[in-house]
T-cell receptor, first 113, second 111 residues
Framework: KAGVTQTPRYLIKTRGQQVTLSCSPI?????VSWYQQTPGQGLQFLFE???????NKGNFPGRFSGRQFSNSRSEMNVSTLELGDSALYLC????????????FGSGTRLTVV | GNSVTQMEGPVTLSEEAFLTINCTYT??????LFWYVQYPGEGLQLLLK?????DKGSNKGFEATYRKETTSFHLEKGSVQVSDSAVYFC??????????FGKGTRLHILP
């Protein structure tokens, strides 16, 4: 079966711009969560969506937002980009929220210049 | 709050050596514990898990035992291969269902 698909794989943006990242979960998975991975901070949880509702949120500023559609696909948006937002953004899906069988995508590498 | 601490890398070993990557955690209650592996250019893959004290997770020759008395979940493998070179993440999920990762340990296996 197809895995978790994240698009685009690479992205370069300028400070102050906004960006939207996309995640298509495994078919049948209804929970999608997002993570930021940087060399300094490691992997940090951004938020989790289940059935179009945000169920959990990490400690990130309001510039980071997301949503989930009725087909379980999810988007993450970052507004007013800062240099420190440069990171690998990973998406993971699971059958249900709190399910420990997370499957991760390969990520979107965002570079802010 | 909840946290995961794992040994700093990189860890460099020769093929067929014994591997231990230490992981300790701080959490209230009884979290579930995980090891994930990230190969170059890829996302994370679940390697093994344990959901209660004294459980042993195992997969692909890797093992880890949930030790509540020492709040540890150390990853071990008896004989590593070059293909095991990757970054390994220890993680926990507690009652709030948020997953907390350690910083990751990069493992290099020399042929």
């Amino acid at each position: 079966k197809a895995g978790v698909t994240q698009t685009p794989r690479y992205l370069i943006k300028t400070r102050g711009q906004q960006v939207t990242l996309s995640c298509s979960p495994i078919s049948g998975h209804r929970s999608v969560s997002w993570y930021q991975q940087t060399p300094g901070q490691g992997l940090q949880f951004l938020f989790e969506y289940f059935s179009e509702t945000q169920r959990n949120k990490g400690n990130f500023p309001g510039r980071f937002s997301g949503r989930q559609f009725s087909n379980s696909r999810s988007e993450m948006n970052v507004s007013t980009l800062e240099l420190g937002d440069s990171a690998l953004y990973l998406c993971a899906s699971s059958f249900r929220t709190g399910d420990y069988g997370y499957t991760f995508g390969s990520g979107t590498r965002l570079t802010v210049v | 709050g909840n946290s995961v601490t794992q040994m700093e890398g990189p860890v460099t070993l020769s093929e067929e050596a014994f591997l231990t990557i230490n992981c300790t955690y701080t959490a209230t209650g009884y979290p579930s514990l995980f090891w994930y592996v990230q190969y170059p250019g890829e996302g994370l893959q679940l390697l093994l898990k344990a959901t209660k004290a004294d459980d042993k997770g195992s997969n692909k020759g890797f093992e880890a035992t949930y030790r509540k008395e020492t709040t540890s979940f150390h990853l071990e493998k008896g004989s590593v291969q070059v293909s095991d070179s990757a970054v390994y993440f220890c993680a926990l999920i507690n009652r709030d269902d948020k997953i907390i990762f350690g910083k990751g340990t990069r493992l290099h296996i020399l042929p």
